[in-house]
Structures are given as C-alpha cells and as structure tokens.
C-alpha cells in the first residue's frame, strides 16, 4: 500500500486554531505540573475538598503562572523555527479544506436532529456532510504532492484544473502534473529560492547541466534552450554561467554577440567569439557543416550504433550560443535572414544525435525571426526578469498559469519541456566575480590535461 498523505476533511478548515490551542494548553499544563511538583508531591488526595485545592495566590505563585505562559510560549516559537515544514503544511491543510468549502464542491444531506428529551416530538433537521472529495496531501523533500480522487462526479472538472488555484493560494510552484487512472496528482515546489544554488555548484555532466537544487537542463535528450529577458533581468550572467559550466565538461563551444557587448570580451581569453556581422554568418554556416560531417562521420565508426548518440561514441557535445538574436536578425536583408534562418532550423532539428546544440538569447522572442516551428524545437526555455504578458505567450504559448514580478535579479520562469511554467532562479554570482579570469584558467587547464593526455 502506497502512503498517500494527509486525507483533507471539512475539520480541517480549523486546523492550525485547534494545534495552536491544543499545543499551549498541553505546554502549560506541563510547566505547572513542574512548577507545582513538590507541593502536588504531599498533596493528600484522600481528604481533597475545594478549600484544600485552592491555590494561594501568592507573588511566588504568580511567578510561577506568567513563567509558565512565557515558557509555553517560547516553545512554541522555538517549534515554527525548527519544524518550520510541519508548520507550513498545517496552513496547506487548512486552506485546501476552505477551498473544498468555499467553493462548494461537497455534498450534504438534512438529517433529524435529537434533542434532549427524546420522547418528545422535535421536528428540527442539522445538515451533514455526505460527500467530500478525497484530497491527500504529502511534504516531502521541499515537494508538495496533492493527490485527487476522480470520481466522474459534478466537480471533476474543477478538480482537474486546479493548478491557479494551488499556486496562488499555497503560494508554490507547479512542477508537474500527472493524470493516473483513478487520480490526478499535483506536485509543486513550496520554495524554490531556497533551491538556488551558487555558481560553483553549476556542474555539466552525463548530458544535463545543474541549474538548481530541482532544476536541470538535460540537453541531451531535451536539447535546445531559448533565453528572453530585458536589461537587467541577470540574462548575460546567466550566460557566462552556462559558458564557464560547459567549459569545465570539455565541451567545444562558438559564442556570439553582435552587439559586442559582454559576451564579446571573451574573445581575449578563448577561440570561436564573434561579434562582427559577417563573422556571425560564416560561424553559423561552419557549425552547420560541422554537424553535417560528424553526422555522416559517426555511422562510419566501428562501434556505431543505431539509437545511440555522440556520448555513446565518445564525442564532445558543441554548443552554439547566440546572445541578442532578434538584434542581429535585424540588421540583416531579407535573403540573408532566410539563409541564416534555414542553417539555424537545420540544427535545432538535427543536431540532438551528433551532439550540436543551440543556445539562443534575446529580449522577445519575436515569432518573425523563430517561424516555421523553430521556436517549438526549443525545448528548456527561461524567461528572466519583466516581461509582459505578449512576452510570456510568445515563449511558453498559451498556458494557464499567473505570472508574478519580484524585484530579485536572476528570477525568471522556466519550461523544462514538460509544458509545465515554474519559477526559476539563476545561479547567484558572487559581488566581484571575474568571469574572464575564471574561463581563462579553465581553458588552461583544459590546454594542460589534453597536451599531458598526448
């Protein structure tokens, strides 16, 4: 039998009132015990009456009583503190039973009240729950997992579409959402800053790249990634982010930037960055004839095999990243930005198996320069910083989800592929950090393994 969690009933509409009350009484009864002990201890219960059992009080017993009250309630602070989850899931609990009440989806029945002389003739009814859906509800590991019966009752629609309502009102994230036979099962994320991570724990390794505690992108079999966001939504340091961490896994990398701007300076310290225009055009038609040939160059190795990639045979992944596409695309004629638009559709459909992969950036993802499906052949999309609401349609469609702004630099949402938008964050960067001198030893270092390799 699988451990569904907390079953949800109307009770529970009053949940954290009942622990909170239930805990203070406990705890302060528990205090006077041990504040009163010795004088409990010679206490004669056989000759108790109401004059023995007064307490005096006193100034010593006065002490006692707000020490007791000051302690209990010291507890119980010291509780929220280090059982913060149980705290929070109480709060869950209690707020998807008034959502189940509010909205009126049960079921009650008139039932004859008995009052306290039943011989007598009492006509009054009380009304009685009859049916409440069956919701579990399960915190484990930072994830939130709610579980609805389907019953093929008069609020199964409602309950099948639930996901504005629980993360708005739980205040989380959806991360997916799982129809089963007889169940539909949320999972979301209750706390998704607290699964940042820093720059040094951004790892690239077996074809996914760390983003977060919960997050990877795992590019080998959900290839591609789209970048929106304006100034100052952290998009360039997310970039030198991905840069650096696939640098470390020896992968071969082509940068662009044509407006030779942050990205460009990483000219000084490793191959393959361009921010001249026709430099960009040749570096794109080179990564398209690079993973023309090592297409037909993988089916002629011995150990090839049909199904198997070009980590099976041992091959570094390439990645092509274009920071301010549209830009650029904009400061092309109309044959050149068909011919550009062709090569870089050709990669998106065809370079997963050999192992050539596009990262593309910008401020909107205009459908003007992503046409002709390109732009569904991104499979992990972020979208950074403020964005209106054309802008979130443009990246991840039409979806029923509630976008919120929060003044943090970095925060953004993502779509892993799944069709399911979550909030993100990017790897925080500490105050100061060298992007250049950091790349620069890791190339380096690459340098020196391969040359001691040889």
């Known amino acids: 039998m699988q451990y569904k969690g907390h079953r949800i009933r109307a009770g529970d509409q009053y949940l954290v009132y009942h622990f909170v009350l239930g805990w203070l009484i406990t705890v302060f009864i528990g205090w006077m015990v041990i504040f009163y002990f010795q004088e409990l201890r010679w206490l004669d219960f056989s000759s108790l009456s109401l004059s023995t059992a007064e307490i005096a009080w006193s100034m010593k017993g006065l002490v006692r009583l707000l020490g007791s009250l000051a302690l209990s309630g010291s507890m119980f602070l010291l509780y929220i503190h280090f059982f913060h989850d149980h705290w929070r899931s109480l709060w869950h609990r209690q707020k998807l039973a008034r959502m189940i009440l509010e909205n009126h989806w049960y079921e009650v029945k008139q039932t004859q009240s008995e009052g306290f002389f039943k011989d007598l003739n009492n006509n009054r009814t009380k009304e009685t729950i009859s049916y409440f859906p069956k919701i579990y509800y399960r915190m484990k590991g930072g994830l939130l997992s709610i579980r609805v019966q389907i019953s093929l009752g008069k ?35 209750y706390d998704m800053i607290a699964n940042r991570i820093g720059i040094e724990e951004v790892v690239a390794e077996n074809g996914t790249l760390r983003l977060m505690k919960n997050q990877v992108w795992a590019y080998d079999s959900l290839p591609h990634m789209l970048i929106a966001g ?7 340091y997310f ?3 991905i840069i650096q961490a696939l640098l470390k896994s020896d992968a071969e990398l082509f940068v662009l930037d044509p407006k030779n701007a942050d990205l460009a300076d990483l000219a000084t310290v ?23 040939a090592r297409s037909k160059a993988m089916k002629e190795m011995p150990n090839y095999k049909t199904g198997e990639n070009y980590a099976y045979l041992g091959l570094p992944p390439n990645f092509l990243i274009f920071d301010e596409y549209v830009a650029y695309m904009e400061m092309l004629t109309t044959k050149e930005s068909a011919v550009i638009l062709n090569k870089l559709k050709q990669i998106v459909m065809l370079g997963r198996q050999s192992g050539f992969f596009l990262i593309l950036a910008c401020q909107r993802p205009d459908a003007k320069y992503l046409g002709d499906g390109i732009r569904d052949q991104f499979n992990f999309r972020v979208a950074l910083g403020r964005m209106s609401e054309l802008g979130y349609s443009m990246m991840f469609g039409e979806v029923e989800k509630n976008f919120f ?11 892993t592929g799944g069709s399911v938008i979550s909030e993100f964050y990017t790897p925080l960067v500490p105050k100061g950090y060298n992007f250049l001198e950091s790349i620069q030893k890791i190339i380096q270092q690459n340098l020196l393994s391969k040359s001691k390799g040889k």
């Open 230 to 236: 304006g100034t100052g939504g952290g998009k360039t």
């Open 239 to 241: 970039l030198l982010t």
């Open 270 to 292: 490793m191959p393959h960055v361009y921010s001249q225009k026709e430099e960009i055009s040749v570096c794109v038609e080179d990564f398209y004839e690079r993973m023309m």
């Open 405 to 415: 702004m929060k003044r943090i630099k970095g925060r953004g949402y993502v779509d």
């Open 155 to 189: 609020y199964q629609d409602q309950l099948l579409k639930l996901e504005k309502k629980l993360e708005s009102g739980l205040y989380c994230e959806l991360v997916e959402k799982e129809l089963k036979d007889s169940y539909v099962e949320y999972t979301l994320l």
